[in-house]
Every structure is written in C-alpha cells, then in structure tokens.
C-alpha cells in the first residue's frame, strides 16, 4: 500500500537556525498537506499543495511540492522557540479520499 | 478549537470492557474521519463516513471495531473486548464539501487499556 516516509524523525536546533523535513511518497500523491502538532495536542493543518512544483510561503515557512508529486518539504527560516512541535506531511492519492501520514519530524528550539 | 469535539478526553479501561467513543464534527461538514495515533507515529487511517455511509474501511479496523454515522452528524467508534494494544490517541476529523481537502481534527480521545 501507499507508504509515505519523513526525515529526519528528530532535530535539535538553536533559535534563530534554519530547520527542513522532507517527505517521500511511494505513490504519485493528487495532493499533500502538512500539520503540526505540539506536544499533547492534536494535529492541525498548516497547507495544502496541489500542482506539481508548487511552493508557497507562510511567513518564515516555505513549502515544497516536488515536479513527481511524489516529494514535498518544509523549510523554517530563523526557528523560534514557538515552532517547537511535530510536523507531519500526509499524502492524499486520490481527490476526497484518506490521508497517509508519515511518523513525523519532531523540533526542539533551544533558547 | 477547530469546532470538532471528542468524548471523552481520555477513557482508561480493563482488557476486555467494551468501549465507546463520540466525534462532533463541524456542523456543516459531511465528510467524518477515524484515525488512531501512537507514540512517535502519526495518525493511521481507521475509517470514512461521507454523511452516514461508511465509504472506507482500514485493515486496522478489525472486526472488534465499529464506526457508525447513523444520521450523518456525530459519529460514534466502538472497540469491543479491548487489548492492551488498542492503548492510543483515536482522532476524529471532519471535512466539508469544498475543493479542499483539509481535516480539522478533533483533541482526541485517549484511551489506554490496563
């Protein structure tokens, strides 16, 4: 079945540092999201990418969506310590039906 | 607060007790998810409801689980005789009828089965 994989599954960083997780399909995905979740939370939804090569912003978030929809990636500029959580990517195969999502890549900031 | 509710927060139970889960979902939203979490993994799919018809059904979801709609609104998961593998965070989502695919997820029901 569809399998979606994440690295890394950890990373450590000092504010003020970049920090990127990348997510791999084994399936061409019809979309892929991202959530994160802070610890005790739930997961709550940052972005949806649709086209092939598509990237968006969310102010220091940067988004990626591979030209195979097959990857996708997140990039944090400058971390904070409120960027602390787990981000998880999760791949939609077919428009409307489940998500899959990959074990997640957790970041802690340290001040 | 996304508008998706869960009931109860938490539940901790014996192996073997019958237990029962709620999810409101968003008002207008027709589209209801099951996922289940367990530590350091992210959420596996357990099962779809578009309004009250059960559309999907995961491997995971064996024949001690049950997931109903019955009139498209809350949805209520089941899992009978419970083991001590079923201990996990269940999750809800609800999705509208948009061109988005976005979930809202619920807080969760965190069950752990002594």
């Known amino acids: 079945g569809q399998q979606v994989m994440q690295i890394p599954q950890y990373q450590h960083v000092q504010e003020g540092e970049d920090f990127t997780t990348y997510c791999n399909s084994s399936?061409?995905?019809?979309?892929i999201q991202w959530y994160k979740q802070r610890p005790g939370g739930h997961p709550v939804f940052l972005i949806q990418l649709v086209k092939s090569g598509e990237v968006k912003k969310q102010k220091r978030l940067t988004f990626q969506f591979g030209e195979a929809k097959k990857n996708s990636s997140l990039h944090i500029t400058a971390t904070q310590t409120t960027d602390v959580g787990t981000y998880f990517c999760a791949g939609c195969r077919v428009y409307g039906n489940k998500l899959v999502f990959g074990a997640g890549t957790i970041l802690r900031v340290k001040s | 607060d996304t508008g998706v509710s869960q009931n109860p927060r938490h539940k901790i139970t014996k192996r073997g007790q019958n237990v029962t889960f709620r999810c409101d979902p968003i008002?207008?939203?027709?589209?209801l998810y099951w996922y289940r979490q367990t530590l350091g993994q992210g959420p596996e799919f357990l099962t779809y409801f578009q309004n009250e018809a059960q559309l999907e059904k995961s491997r995971l979801l064996s024949d001690r689980f049950s997931a109903e709609r019955p009139k498209g609104s809350f949805s209520t998961l089941e899992i009978q005789r419970t083991e001590q593998g079923d201990s996990a965070m269940y999750l809800c989502?609800?999705?509208?009828?948009?061109?988005?695919?976005?979930?809202?997820f619920g807080p969760g029901t965190r069950l752990t089965v002594l």
């Open positions: 399936t061409t995905l019809s979309n």
């Open positions: 989502a609800s999705r509208g009828t948009g061109g988005t695919d976005t979930q809202y």
């Open positions: 008002s207008e939203h027709n589209r």
